[in-house]
């Protein structure tokens, strides 16, 4: 009776490492190419100062930041800089091309798995003219060498943004990840 | 069975291994400040491959294990994460942040603005290092308003999340101001037009001539004594027996006339923008 149990267990524990094994495996092993759907973006603007903020700036601000971040993730992960042209400008989209270029000739991929996005907008410029937010993004990033996973993580990043319209749009002028605030 | 048995087994564990190494951590400092060299010391022998991947950088190459890998200060000139991989799976994060402050980015609003308006001119500066890195900590910046034969006009600003900002009013006295944002040795400076405001005590006289009245008005200066500019309209009205006419006149060396028809008599006004000046009453043929 003992050894059908041992063998019980061990049968049990074989399906255990094999289910694993598969689950690991297949997130190691995600297909390339999906494009990426924007990202969900939360907007806090209950500490934003010195000038109010517009109803219709408040819903561009989020459709635009998310667009932004769509089209940084397929950049990246598709090693073109056109991509980055709609919705960065400045400084921001100097680093983000140089980066691609980076990528490029090192046979990198970045694929970024967006999890959203809490956005507070804290500056506000007097004459409309700028944006500043901090964004707290859930993202996993994966560094991909030719069709290899070479890193693979979770992570919680807070980033520094600076926002600024245009004709028809905000653009993105800087984007700078900071430490997490103690 | 067996073989099938062990055959899973190990796939599993070595699928399970190959994802747990990933939480290897190399060991790399919290933060380094922008353009400065960061040493990663590694272990083992052999060689490996090592990338870091940053906001504007990406590298890959081959390093030896056992020795330090040597990360160059150009780059981690950009602010913001990085994340360094070995090809054993050993990995590491790390924050640049941005270095002694050397730049401004000035915002100022609008470039043209009237005299003597309540906090009508507003400043935006934004606090950078020579690579361009937004500079987080607290810095003063100064903001000096200066026109011609007048005092300066300075405010500090603590920046705050890397941006310090004021409103100020603008000056008594047409023309061109000069505003500075300024932090140590750095300064950026641009050009405000203060322009007249709207006018002040606007008053016309009246003569007959052959073809009618002319009206005029005294020269038209706002309420600082700024000379309103060429091309500001002035309406004129006419209200009499013969109806309502009004003529529109723009300014030309600060003052505006025009002649309007009065065949029995009128009462003459004048306005310009929203400020209504005196009233003239004309006799028949003028007088």
């Known amino acids: ?182 | 069975m067996r073989t099938i048995f062990f055959a899973c087994l190990t796939l599993g564990v070595c699928l399970f291994a190959t994802y747990s190494a990933h939480a290897a951590q190399l060991q790399v400092p919290a933060t380094v400040v922008a353009n400065t060299a960061v040493n990663i010391p590694t272990s083992g022998s052999g060689h490996a491959t090592f990338y870091l991947i940053g906001p504007s950088h990406v590298a890959k190459r081959q390093v030896q294990l056992g020795s330090d890998i040597k990360i160059d200060p150009e780059e981690v000139k950009d602010a913001g994460r990085y994340v360094a991989i070995l090809s054993t799976g050993d990995t590491g994060a790390f924050y640049v942040v941005a270095s002694q402050p050397a730049a401004l980015g000035f915002l100022d609003h609008p470039s043209r603005v009237p005299v003597a308006e309540n906090n009508a001119i507003s400043a935006v500066a934004f606090v950078m290092d020579k690579f361009h890195n937004i500079v987080l900590s607290p810095q003063t910046v100064t903001f000096q308003l200066t026109v011609k034969d007048a005092p300066p006009l300075v405010r500090s600003v603590t920046s705050r999340n890397g941006v310090a900002w004021t409103l100020v009013s603008s000056t008594r006295k047409e023309g061109a101001a000069h505003f500075d944002a300024s932090l140590g040795n750095v300064k950026v400076e641009r050009v405000v037009q203060e322009v007249a405001n709207d006018p002040c005590n606007l008053r016309i006289k009246a003569q007959p001539t052959p073809n009618g009245v002319l009206v005029e008005t005294d020269t038209v200066r706002d309420c600082s004594g700024n000379p309103l500019p060429d091309g500001t309209i002035v309406s004129f009205t006419a209200i009499g027996p013969d109806g309502k006419s009004t003529v529109d006149a723009p300014i030309k060396r600060g003052v505006a006339r025009t002649v309007i028809p009065v065949q029995h008599g009128a009462t003459i006004s004048v306005a310009s923008g929203v400020v209504i000046g005196n009233e003239i009453h004309v006799g028949g043929g003028g007088k």
Do not use: C
């Not at chain 1, 956005?119 to 069709?147: I, K, S, W």
């Open chain 1, 1 to 182: 009776m003992s050894v059908s149990w041992g063998k019980y267990a061990l049968r049990g524990f074989a399906i255990l490492a094999i289910v694993a094994g598969m689950v690991l495996g297949f997130v190691e092993l995600i297909p390339n190419g999906l494009a990426s759907p924007t990202p969900r973006v939360a907007l806090d603007t209950s500490r934003i100062g010195p000038r109010e903020i517009e109803d219709l700036t408040e819903h561009n601000i989020v459709r635009d930041y998310g667009l932004a971040w769509q089209s940084l993730a397929e950049a990246r992960q598709q090693n073109r800089t056109d991509l980055i042209d709609g919705y960065f400008t400045g400084f921001a989209h100097d680093d983000l091309r140089q980066a691609i270029d980076d990528q490029k000739r090192t046979g990198l991929r970045t694929r970024y798995i967006d999890n959203g996005h809490k956005l507070e907008a804290f500056f506000y410029a007097p004459g409309g003219d700028a944006m500043e937010l901090r964004d707290t993004a859930q993202l996993q990033m994966q560094v991909l060498d030719g069709d290899k996973v070479v890193h693979d993580e979770n992570v919680t990043v807070q980033y520094l943004v600076l926002m600024t319209p245009g004709a028809d749009r905000w653009y993105v002028r800087v984007l700078q990840a900071v430490p997490p605030s103690k």
